[in-house]
């Protein structure tokens, strides 16, 4: 009960964040500590282990409980004779995040890292200091508890494309497998699919609450040619509702999905609170070093190592992975001399390739909500949604809008005249939103982006809480690229982050003809039924353009540019000739022995749709690589839920857990102790 106690504690944390005002967050926290415990969920959470039961050695040691580390930490301990140990800097996922509503209440609180990307003069240019906020998930789950859930695997294309570049193994038809192995699909339609899975650990679900708009806006698709149909399945191109990873309505984490379930493995330790420093490299025979372990931070006491006796797994995400390794000499050599740091390994892509989806926000278009849909209207206008109703639904029916993510209601893969229509590979993906920024008296869309209060009071406020929608266009291709670099030589300094939106002027061109297809919706039937109409007081620093001209669409993308939080490409892959590829088609980084990178800043380039789904696929991938390296027990990856029950039936799947740390499990003399000595260094210009 104690526990339980301190656990509301920390979520009021993120109520009061929002001012009194949000007492209806206490009030949900309190509802849920009372009604929901499958919500609370309270004795199948990880616990985090005792820094008397942390050992010296395991057999692998993960950096980052996100996306790709909890999927990780999952599959290598599957036989019970691999220790795992899972490190995290941030704590337990709160319990508030189950709930799509609250979405967006998530980000500036303690569950994020709080970024601020580096000034621009070419994108952001309506937000505070021209600067973008750059939300990162900092607890079990990383950004899978930050994320808007949205269920995208990307096209077909993009993987092939990967493999051409020299990543065997990559292709579309390689990666398929995974994606089906990760996927418990529950969309109703969608069962019998080839294309999908049954049985794995993340559960894909509709919503179980969408606005009524919503319907208009996948309407209006057909009318311009598009079909409806799974964006995950043969083709991408077309309009879908959004599947998300939910289980029974709420969010499901890979906190949920991959770490709860094995909370009781005896050889998978996961500690939280702890900030990894740097990899330890030893010398080796040959001169090539070897990542023997990490050292971390942990409530302040800086220093503290534990080692790995085979691979350490950098799986920190796409702005802290890069930081990592540059931390431990291994990246850019200019770049680590000027920070003091000594060269361990010249790696001169660490940090760079950052590429991320751009989007257009803002773009706002006002609706009528017809009589008969009142009270609650056609769109979501956040203090008609907070009721006593919405918290009777939550609490007795498991409906109504706080299952609903007014953020994401539907999307669509779309075709600007810069794209090859006759092949199946969309330039542009729309969000639809069924609220504006006016429509939350700016406690979120303001907030979130960091938009100036001079923007907001001019655009937004004449039209508060008024019905309305956004469709957003966002750049799946970006051909900018950024960089993430160092500010300094201290682990616990952030790192810089430098967008580059729009640093290709051909980004500004794609996106302005994604407004205008969104633009073109506006004007179908379906919407014209609601009166829409789009917004259409300027932006301060636009009014001088014509109203839905080309100068007015690129006025508007610069200054309310938005990142969709899914930067990518840090430590690319790539074969050993590319000099800026990091790590190898097996995730190894060059030029190091038993040290792997394994999440979103792997990928050579950005997927086409959102990052999650690809990035668990990569974890699922990389564990069975890194089994066939160490010649572990593989799992088959099965196409079919019928073959997955047969495994689990099977005498390897069996939960059977032996005391994996007794000394005699110790390795034998020749590992230990390691020569903590870091002396290699490959030629600067080698
Ligand atoms: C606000 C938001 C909305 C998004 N919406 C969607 C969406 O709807 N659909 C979708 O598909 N994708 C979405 N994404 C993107 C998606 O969630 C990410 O691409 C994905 O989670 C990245 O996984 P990762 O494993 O690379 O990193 P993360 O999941 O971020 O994991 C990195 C982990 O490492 C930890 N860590 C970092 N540094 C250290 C250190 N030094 N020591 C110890 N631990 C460390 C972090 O705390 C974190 O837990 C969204 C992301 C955000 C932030
Ligand atoms: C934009 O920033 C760059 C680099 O900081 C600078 O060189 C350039 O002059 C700036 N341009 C404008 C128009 O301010
Ligand atoms: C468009 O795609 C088709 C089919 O892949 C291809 O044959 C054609 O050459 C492409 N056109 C251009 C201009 O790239």
Same mark, same amino acid.
Do not use: H
């Given at each position: 009960m104690a526990l339980r106690l301190l656990r509301v504690l920390s979520n009021a944390r993120i109520a009061l964040s929002y001012g009194p005002s949000f007492a209806f967050v206490l009030l949900l926290r309190v509802l849920v500590l009372l009604s929901r415990p499958d919500i609370e969920d309270a004795g199948n959470r990880v616990r985090d282990i005792s820094p008397a039961q942390l050992r010296s050695h395991y057999d692998f040691i993960i950096v980052g409980a996100g996306s790709a580390g909890a999927v990780l930490a999952n599959r290598l301990s599957e036989s019970p004779d691999i220790t795992v140990l899972l490190i995290e800097a941030g704590g337990e996922e709160p319990v508030l995040s189950d709930l799509p509503m609250l979405y967006s209440a998530l980000q500036l609180t303690s569950i994020d890292w709080q970024y601020r990307a580096e000034p621009s003069n070419k994108s952001n240019l309506a937000m505070k200091d021209r600067r973008s906020n750059w939300p990162r998930g900092k607890c079990l789950g990383g950004s899978s508890v930050l994320n808007a859930m949205l269920y995208i695997r990307g096209n077909k294309k993009d993987y092939d494309n990967w493999e051409a570049a020299g990543n065997t193994g990559w292709s579309y038809k390689d990666v398929l497998p995974y994606f089906m192995k990760m996927e418990d699909i529950r969309v109703p339609e969608l069962v019998g699919s080839s294309y999908h899975g049954r049985g794995g650990p993340i559960p894909v679900e509709e919503l179980r609450y969408y606005s009524p708009i919503t319907d208009a806006f996948l309407e209006s698709g057909k009318h311009l040619g598009y079909r409806v149909h799974d964006v995950n399945g043969p083709i991408q191109t077309g309009f879908t509702r959004s599947h998300c990873t939910l289980r029974e309505g709420l969010r499901c984490s890979t906190a949920k999905g991959y770490l709860r379930p094995i909370r009781n493995r005896k050889n998978l330790h996961v500690l939280l609170h702890a900030k990894v420093e740097k990899v330890l490299l030893a010398e080796e025979d040959d001169g090539v070093p070897r990542a023997v372990g990490v050292s971390f931070n942990r409530f302040s006491l800086p220093g503290v190592k534990v080692f790995a006796h085979k691979d350490v797994i950098i799986s920190a995400g796409a702005v802290n992975s890069p930081q990592i390794l540059m931390l431990s000499g291994i990246g850019p050599p200019q770049h680590l001399m000027d920070k003091n740091i000594e060269v361990q390994v010249s790696s001169p892509g660490v940090g760079s390739n950052l590429q991320d989806h751009a989007a257009m926000g803002g773009v706002t278009y006002l609706i009528k909500s017809p009589k008969e849909m009142r009270p609650s209207g056609a769109a979501c206008v956040l203090p008609r949604l907070l009721t006593i109703n919405t918290l009777r639904k939550f609490v007795?029916?498991? &409906?109504?809008?706080?299952?609903?993510?007014?953020?994401?209601?539907a999307m669509a893969f779309v075709n600007t005249k810069?794209?090859?229509? &006759?092949?199946?590979?969309?330039?542009i993906q729309l969000f639809f939103a069924s609220s504006g920024d006016n429509a939350d008296g700016g406690i979120f869309g303001r907030r979130n982006n960091g938009l100036n209060d001079d923007y907001y009071a001019t655009v937004f406020e004449p039209i508060l809480y008024k019905d309305s929608v956004t469709i957003l266009p966002l750049l799946l291709r970006p051909k900018s690229r950024g960089h993430i670099e160092l500010k300094d030589k201290d682990p616990m300094s952030n790192p810089l982050i430098y967008p580059n939106y729009f640093g290709d002027p051909d980004d500004l061109e794609v996106m302005i003809e994604g407004a205008k297809i969104g633009y073109a919706l506006s004007q179908t039937e379906p919407f014209q039924r609601f009166d829409t109409t789009l917004h259409d007081i300027a932006c301060p620093g636009c009014a001088e353009y014509e109203h839905l001209s080309d100068d007015y669409w690129r006025c508007q993308a610069r200054h309310y540019t938005m990142t969709i939080y899914h930067p990518v490409g840090t430590c690319k892959m790539g074969p050993v000739e590319d000099v800026d590829a990091v790590v190898s088609p097996r995730l190894k980084v060059h030029g190091v022995k038993h040290l792997r990178v394994v999440d979103a800043s792997v990928m050579p380039t950005i997927v086409s749709g959102n990052t999650n789904a690809p990035v668990i696929m990569i974890g699922e991938k990389a564990a069975d690589m890194i089994k066939e390296d160490w010649k572990l027990p593989t799992v088959p990856t099965y196409y079919q839920y019928e073959k997955m029950i047969a495994y689990q039936r099977s005498s390897l799947y069996t939960p059977h857990y032996s005391w994996p740390f007794r000394s005699s499990y110790c390795r034998p003399k020749s590992h230990a102790p390691y020569r903590l000595v870091p002396v290699y260094r490959r030629l600067l210009n080698d």
């Open positions: 007795f029916d498991k &409906s109504g809008p706080m299952y609903g993510l007014p953020t994401t209601e810069y794209a090859n229509s &006759s092949e199946d590979w969309p330039d």
